[in-house]
């Protein structure tokens, strides 16, 4: 059956995935304000965020089956639920460990929100349109994310921190209740089960290992860079404030023109050639971390951001291209590896953080970016779009 392609659909999309996606961050650019105020230490405040993220990563299998068998909105409607009501839950509680506890909690529904609408797009859209569509896709995450750190910190002289909680659980029911009413009904016949793939075989794809592999180290670069930044920026030679530190992280708009961009560029040169400059731009970026320039700074963090967008939306829109069913369990299993490797990426590095400073950050990053480098080539050499 033909597939649809109303005009409104990909906006719907792209308001409801950045309106999940603004949950997640909240508390990255005031982690050193939690730290003090709930008297832990830099990598304990980070679980305010690693902990989200260990929940999408759980949550993200049950998700992706659930999407491959149901209609969306039912799965919309209590995802949007249960990720706002625990917000608020979160501007309430004035206990470390129920907070943190929430939040995980957060992460288990928002794949609802976020792997369910990736199945559901890669469905609705014609297969010439993926790689620019999943770009998108990607380009709603960026900017959810960026929305999310700017709430958290700006909020917090004005008001308090929490108070970005209430905002955003409300930006959340808006958007859930604006795909409920507006999305289209899906138009494609689900497949049948016994045309379905399950996970353990699409585990059994070498090819789709390397694409997952890339997802788990391109976020734990990512994760632990802009996890551990505020400290870094906080503390000498840059000695920012909370307002300030919150500014950088508008570095993050680069990925809103890297991530469609990469989707065109990969279907131009190929997903290995995209990932291996998306790879050595990270390298790069890393290493400009180090120069004690502010200046310096934020290009390397813009140029961080360009890569890694660059590296996600080629690995996504690469593996949907190879994908003719059980596309919700593979974006699934993406997920799974990407968020994994953002939560290894913020809890690992913390031990490094804790014993070396940003010297240890950097330097596990620099590994896990010469390994997405290492798989970018052999994609290159089997020249798979």
């Excluded at 230490?41 to 929940?55: E, N, Y």
């Excluded at 497949?191 to 997802?215: K, W």
């Excluded at 620099?366 to 290159?380: D, F, K, N, R, T």
């Amino acid at each position: 059956m033909e597939r649809n392609t109303v005009p409104g659909l990909q906006p719907l999309v792209f308001v409801l995935v950045s309106a999940a996606f603004t949950a997640i961050y909240l508390t990255q650019p005031v982690l050193p304000v939690i730290r003090e105020e709930f008297g832990v230490d830099a990598r304990q405040a980070s679980f305010t965020v690693s902990a989200v993220i260990l929940g999408i990563a759980i949550a993200n299998l049950p998700f992706g089956r659930l999407s491959d068998r149901y209609p969306i909105k039912p799965i919309l409607a209590i995802g949007g639920s249960m990720v706002a009501g625990f917000g608020l839950l979160c501007a309430l509680t004035p206990n470390f460990v129920l907070l943190v506890g929430f939040r995980f909690v957060q992460g288990l529904f928002i794949p609802a929100l976020t792997t369910c609408l990736a199945a559901y797009l890669a469905r609705q859209l014609p297969a010439e349109s993926l790689n620019v569509a999943m770009g998108s896709y990607v380009a709603a995450t960026v900017a959810g994310g960026l929305i999310g750190r700017l709430i958290g910190g700006f909020i917090h002289h004005p008001f308090h921190w929490r108070m970005a909680f209430v905002i955003v659980s409300a930006m959340i029911v808006a958007a859930t209740l604006s795909a409920i009413l507006w999305l289209p009904r899906e138009t494609r016949e689900r497949p049948e089960s016994t045309e379905a793939v399950g996970f353990m075989t699409l585990l059994t794809r070498a090819d789709l290992l390397r694409i997952y592999a890339v997802a788990f180290c391109a976020f734990f670069v990512f994760s632990a860079l802009f996890n551990y930044l505020p400290f870094y920026l906080a503390g000498p030679p840059f000695g920012f404030s909370t307002r300030l530190i919150t500014c950088i992280y508008l570095t993050y708009l680069i990925g809103v023109v890297a991530a469609p961009l990469s989707g065109r560029i990969s279907d131009r040169l190929g997903s290995g050639a995209t990932i291996c400059g998306g790879a050595t731009l990270l390298g790069v970026a890393l290493t400009a971390t180090h120069i004690p320039s502010a200046w310096a700074l934020v290009a390397g963090l813009g140029g961080m951001c360009a890569g890694f967008f660059a590296v996600h939306a080629a690995a996504v829109g690469s593996m949907n291209r190879r994908l003719s069913s059980s596309r919700g369990r593979a974006n699934a299993l993406y997920i799974l590896f990407f968020y994994l490797g953002g939560s290894a990426g913020i809890t690992l590095c913390g031990y490094a953080y804790q014993r070396i400073g940003w010297n240890g950050v950097t330097g596990m990053a620099l590994c896990l970016s010469a390994v997405i480098a290492g798989i970018g080539i052999v994609e290159l050499k089997g020249q798979t779009p």
